[in-house]
């Protein structure tokens, strides 16, 4: 029995680091030629929720978070927990590119502003690094897991609150 689908993340429920690795390399081997986006998530001033609100309502805020992505959205593969607020996701995509990051972005908004009502005194907001991994020359996904958090940094440098 392979023992790495069972090692699940005790706050989300999803497969930790190794498990999600396992599962990406599986749909890109067995899919060659389709269209796969990695998308690495985090929400800006997370910290606050935590010293503010406590860990139970930043663990709740966590799953919100993957609420939106695993149950809102019918094209995932997977995703992962791989600290704090850090979520990376897996997702099939079909058509424009420009859709799918206007669906994420507008995701990302309905997050926002459901929770920001629930965590009046944090300024909430979401940062999303997305690479498409049709565009990528080379198979290795965590060239492609590095390369979607680097574009989640510079989101996040960008964004003024």
Known sequence: MDMTRKKTDAVTGLPLY???????????DNNPGKMLVLISTDIANFKYVNKIYGYNKANELINELISVIKDDNQEIVCACRTHSDHIISLFRYSGDREDFVKTVDDDSNRFVKRNSRKYPSVSLHLNNGVVFLDDEDDDDLIYSIDKANVARRIAKGNYCV
């Open 18 to 28: 190794d498990g999600f690795l396992e599962i990406a390399r599986g749909e890109i």
